[in-house]
Structures are given as C-alpha cells and as structure tokens.
C-alpha cells in the first residue's frame, strides 16, 4: 500500500510540475510573424484592385517596430511603419505621412496571412483600403 501511495503522489507531482513550464520563448521576437516578402491584394475605394509586393523587416532603432517598403504602392524607396503587439498577431500603423500620403490602420497575423486595413488621405480624398496579404 505504501510503495502505491508513492506512486500516485509521484505522478501527482509530475503532473503539477509539468503544467508549471513556462511556453513562452523569452528569446522570440513578437515582430518575426510580419517579417519577410509579401504578395499584397489590394482592394482600394479610389484606385480598385492591385497586386503588388512589400518587404516587412524589423525596425532597428526599436525592439516593438516594423519597417514596410512599398506598402500602398508607393514605391521600394518609402517606409511606412508600425508596431507589433499582442504576441506577434496584430499590428498599429499609427498616422504617418509617407510620400505626402497621411496613412493610419491596422493590421492583423493569423495562419501565415496579414490583413491590413487603413485610411490614405493625399490631401485631396481619403482611401479607405483592405490588403490581404501572403508569404512570397
């Protein structure tokens, strides 16, 4: 009866213990899911339908922002940039002018895809804007 009593504590404990470990990797980078070349389907209220590519890296002046070049369209030499939170899954492109276009929206990770929505305002219109977004 001991040597059952024992085990069943043992496996208690191991049990408990195990539940304990910790999944985070504190070694990741929240920002590592929007990395890497994108093929963007653009569905824009003013200019229709567009296919084109962006570049996503990691900002290197900061450990939370993202560097996209091309994004909009607005050609590989612009730079439009947000920060990644909530554990690498959605993204805040807070209101930047690029290319005298005032942009600001959002975007969201979720099985290797991003959408981003957002508003480009040139002075002239708002866009309102949807780009589903895969790995190139």
Known sequence: MKLSTKILLFITATVLFTGCVKDDDPTADQRDNFVGSWICQESSQIFGNATYTIN????????????????YQLGSGTFTFATVSSGGTSANIYQQVVSGNTIKG?????????????????????????VNATRN
């Open 56 to 71: 996503i890296s990691k900002s290197a002046s900061d450990n939370e922002n993202v560097k996209m070049t091309n994004f």
């Open 106 to 130: 959002s975007g969201t990770y979720s099985n290797n895809k991003i959408t981003f929505t957002f508003t480009a305002n040139d002075g002239q219109a708002t866009d309102n804007v949807t």
